[in-house]
Each structure stands twice: as C-alpha cells, then as structure tokens.
C-alpha cells in the first residue's frame, strides 16, 4: 500500500535589516518569507510502492507567508502570500514515469538530513536548483536503464516536459519546453563517471509590444529542435533560435569505497551556441563534495564549490569586417538573460537557476517578487562555497553554508567601475564588488515534534547588512504506520 505522511510547519523570521538573508531563503522552493514574518506550511504526500508493477504516487503542499516589506518598497506594510507549494500525481512503469502538476525537482548533494536540502549553492543543478516556486507541467522520465550488451557499465537516462508560467512577467503566459539526456558509465566497481545535456527553452507567451508570440505544433518542433524561428518570428529568432534557449552541460566522476564516496562535478551553463560549444571555457560551477557513510557522525559530509562566469564566451559579440559586414565570434553570453523575454531565467521574481545570479532590482533594495522581474543583474562573478553537515550528539542535524563572492553585475552594465564589453580582454581594470553570505541551520527531533531553527548573515556591498534567524515546529505524522 502507498504509505502518506502529513507534516505541518510554523516558522516565524526575523532580521536586523528587514530583509530575511541570502540562505535564509535561496534554494527553498520560494516559499520563505522574503522579509520580517512568519510561515505556515502543510503538505501530505505517498512515495511509490515497489511492490506492484504499476506504481503511483501524489503530493499536496501549501504554504501561507506574511511579510513585512520595507517601507520604501510600494505598497509595503504586512502583507500575505498565499501558494500552492506542490500539486502533483505521478505513474511508474519499469524504467518509465510520469509527473504531472506541481513539482519539486529532486536537489542533489544533500545534507546528512533531506529536509535541510542541498550543501550546494547550486543544489546540483545550476540551471533548475529549486531556488523559485515550482512550475506547473508534466515530466516524461526515463530511470536509470542498462544499456544491453555492455555488462551493466552504461547507464541511460533522461526526461523531456513542458510547462507553463504563471507569474506577472514581461511576456505573459510565457511555455518552457524541457529535455535532458544523461549517461552514467561504470569505469570500475568504484570509480563511475556521468554526464547530461540539460536544455531548456521559454517560447511563446504574449509580448507586451509585438503581441503574441510565434506558437502551435510546427513553432513546438522548432524549439523541441534548437532551430531558427520562421518568417512570423523576430529578427533575432530568425538568426539564431527561437525562443529563449539555455541549459547546462554536466560532467562529474563518482567514487565509492567502504566507509566513503567522493565525487567531483564540473557544471556549466549555456545561453546561445557559443557556450554551448565550450567558448566559454572556464566558466562554471566546480563541486567537490566528500560524504562519510557514518550519518550519525558529527561531520558527515563536507562539499566546496568553486564557480567563476566571468568569460561568458569573450567581450564581443561580433567584429566589423572590411566589407562593412559583421563577424560573429559568440561572446557577451548574459547568462539567463534575454532581449525578447526580457524576464529571463526567472519565475515569481526569483531566479529559477543559479541563486548567485541575483535578480535585477536587488542591489538597488527595489526588488519585489510581487512584480515584474526583468532578468538577473549579476552573471559575472567569481565565488567560493563551502558546506559542512553532521549531526550534534549523534541526533540532531545540522548545516553549514559559507559563501564567499566578487560581484561584477552584467558585462554591459557592470556594478561598479569600467565596463569590459566590446574591449580587448584584460585591457581594463574591472572592480568587483564583494559579498559573504553564511548561515547554521538544523533540527532538533522530539518524535513526531522536531524543532527547526536558522541563523544567517549577510556582509557586503550587493545585499543588505543583515543578521536573521527563524525558528519553529515541524509536526510530521504518518497515519498508515499508526
């Protein structure tokens, strides 16, 4: 039978500047009070069962957030959010399943305890980390399959999904195609090596000034494709793809031994062809990340990240040529940014992706997930990550999140100092601007009762000066088992 447990969260937040701290909300599905408040969260899910051929599954989460904005933010004083957190029923069929609705995707590199999420500032997959709300839909997913006649050494998998936004963006009603191709190889019993294409594409929808976009079945191959739009699209979709088409080229090695696994990943995004084809060498993020089969040690897993985005594929896009044409060499990447969908790689105003990539408005203290998010106004950056989890007396988990950044804003519109774009490269003097971001976050189980708790701060010159905690009580209860 399908097992459900039902679990209720309240959680109250507070902070010195108003505004909750970086890992106080980043990677948190979007649910977190953004400033001073309080959460209420219930859910009640079932996990499939392997005992039948054909299996399913379901969950339901919502969550209630009152905030307290700052009083230079519009229409500021407390306010409430009422959301869907997930909604969804899934089918399973050998190495065949489907998801449909309102989902979590499933984070990697977690922590020794799964409800403190991810030790990575990616959560494993910098292009859909989980830093946004969930996007309804459906997930076509292939699970792990062994390739016949290669002795188990070569594993597939992959997925392929559509969805729909629902947020106030630039162009409303905008459709994000999804497909991601994947492989695992067995090198030796303990040493494996994996690696994925995951590609993504907003299309459709309705600009506010050339209407509806170009949509319908022969529109849907040509995103499914990678191909140029057609004679209804714009200039830009013509000469390049249609849509706004971006993803993520994963490679990583896997060590297992007997009291500890090691693995390394190295994840890097793409916004248009160039990057795609490694022009942007080197950027991207590194992870290394050391976890102890001891679950109940003190320190169970140790992970440090290294990103850099600064390249993006070189400080030009294009170069004059004798005969008054242009040469296009594929640099300025703006990663998860667009012209056409101007809203970029985000989804009810937070970044869907890559939690570092800040959203425009929030150095300014003008961002407001209420409204219209146009893009991200920090891709270049370099930053330095480490998370540390274990449990206090063999008990009670906890996590250690330090993160360490130089912020350069966009190439075209840097934070501070001289801009590098259209520029020989390393012929100006760029000026960074630093940011430190920390936070010590666990649980104290009690049966059925666990206390939650936080502590964050944030220093620097991009976000507020901040010390916050939240603080709360977590119910959780599996009717079946009773």
Known sequence: MNDFIITLLLMGAMSSSGNMPFWATANRFGVMPEWNGGLVWAGASTEYDGSKTVQWRWGASMAAALETPPADLQGSGVRSRLMVDELFGSLKWKVFSLDLGMKHNEQGFLSCAPSLGSLSSTAGHLIWSGNSRSIPGYSLNLEPLKVPYTGGRLVLRGSYGDYRTLDDRFVKGALVHHTKLGIDFRITERLFFYGSLDHYALWGGTHPVNGKRPSGLGNYIRVVTGSSGGSGSTASDQANVLGDQRGAEIFGLRWKGEGLSLAFQHDIPYDDGSGMGFQNFPDGVNTLHLSFADKDAFISDVLFEYATTMWQSGTRHDRPLPDGGRKIVGGGDNYFNNSEYKSGWTYQGRTIGFPLFFPAGTRLGAWDPRGTV???????????????????????????????????????????????????????????????????????????????????????????DAFGATVGLRWSLSPSRL
């Open 374 to 464: 146009l893009g991200v106004e920090n891709n270049r950056l370099k930053a330095v990550h480490l998370g540390i989890s274990g449990k206090l007396f063999r008990k009670a988990p906890y996590k250690l999140m330090l993160t360490s950044s130089r912020n350069h804003g966009l190439y075209a519109n840097p934070y501070e100092g001289e801009s590098q774009w259209g520029k020989d490269p390393g012929t100006v003097d760029e000026t960074s601007v630093g940011q430190f971001s920390g936070a010590f976050m666990g649980e104290v189980p009690m049966g059925n009762l666990s206390l939650v708790y936080g502590l964050y701060a944030d220093k620097g010159k991009v976000l507020r």
